[in-house]
T-cell receptor, first 113, second 112 residues
């Protein structure tokens, strides 16, 4: 089945560590996105990529980094510079941002030990 | 600056009745609007969308209405079913649609 796979489902990080969240899609979508959800809030855009080897900052990019070396993969690194990393992270993709909805993975919950 | 607002944190409806979820936006440049449904610990699932050239879009039990002059959209679910109980997010984008702006969500509870 085609879809978006995020791993792991739960992730724990010690203070001062970088962690990388995986996002893989087999939908042949060009555009991919990372969002963060905090309790009682909507999703906020961290980074997005419209094409391989290109990506742009979203609204809350500070403390995060991404790469897009392959069409199907868009990993997100939460760096030690992100002071409040505890959140639910969601990856999405779409075939055409101008007319097609974004489809989401099931998310990764990151917690600080 | 919250550009997309869902002012009702929660809504409770009896099974079989209509559920109406509301969403307001402030950016008149938004031209594409979507509703997503989300269960706990899962990703949002796309429900229905509408472009700014329309004022209504219907898909089965789900209808979205857009009032551009009021910068308001609503999602109607009829009849409501217990399985509809979830968090519903309104989202909007403009131009090439790369950046979706989400509301804070409304928790819908459908009582049987």
């Amino acid at each position: 089945d085609g879809g978006i796979t995020q791993s792991p489902k739960y992730l724990f990080r010690k203070e001062g560590q970088n962690v990388t969240l995986s996002c893989e899609q087999n939908l042949n979508h060009d555009a991919m996105y990372w969002y963060r959800q905090d309790p009682g809030q909507g999703l906020r855009l961290i980074y997005y990529s419209q094409i391989v080897n290109d990506f742009q900052k979203g609204d809350i990019a500070e403390g995060y980094s991404v790469s897009r070396e392959k069409k199907e993969s868009f990993p997100l690194t939460v760096t030690s510079a992100q002071k409040n990393p505890t959140a639910f992270y969601l990856c999405a993709s779409t075939g055409d941002p101008r007319g097609q909805p974004q489809h989401f993975g099931d998310g990764t919950r990151l917690s600080i030990l | 600056d919250q550009q997309v607002k869902q002012n009702s944190p929660s809504l409770s409806v009896q099974e079989g009745r209509i559920s109406i979820l509301n969403c307001d936006y402030t950016n008149s440049m938004f031209d594409y609007f979507l509703w997503y449904k989300k269960y706990p610990a899962e990703g949002p699932t796309f429900l229905i969308s509408i472009s700014s050239i329309k004022d209504k879009n219907e898909d089965g039990r789900f209808t979205v209405f857009l009032n551009k002059s009021a910068k308001h959209l609503s999602l109607h679910i009829v009849p409501s079913q217990p399985g509809d109980s979830a968090v519903y997010f309104c989202a909007a984008s403009r131009g090439n649609g790369n950046k979706l702006v989400f509301g804070a969500g409304t928790i819908l509870r459908v009582k049987s």
